[in-house]
């Protein structure tokens, strides 16, 4: 079995992505510039790609 590990600092909190994730990825890969410095985030970035 696969547990998923979270990694804790006072800055950071990195973890798996989750569904409720969806939503924020759709936003943000959405902005051109941040689809500019992300090779391979086409912009406009597809509706409902980020659920894939």
Same mark, same amino acid.
């Given at each position: &079995?696969?547990?998923?590990?979270?990694?804790?600092?006072?800055?950071?909190?990195?973890?798996?992505?989750?569904?409720?994730?969806? *939503?924020?990825?759709q936003r943000c890969a959405s902005v051109r510039a941040i689809a500019d410095t &992300?090779?391979?985030? *086409?912009? *406009?970035? *597809?509706?409902?790609?980020?659920?894939?």
């Amino acid at each position: &079995m696969l547990t998923q590990s979270t990694l804790e600092t006072s800055r950071l909190n990195l973890r798996s992505l989750t569904q409720a994730d969806i *939503p924020s990825i759709q936003r943000c890969a959405s902005v051109r510039a941040i689809a500019d410095t &992300m090779i391979s985030i *086409p912009h *406009p970035y *597809p509706e409902g790609e980020a659920g894939r």
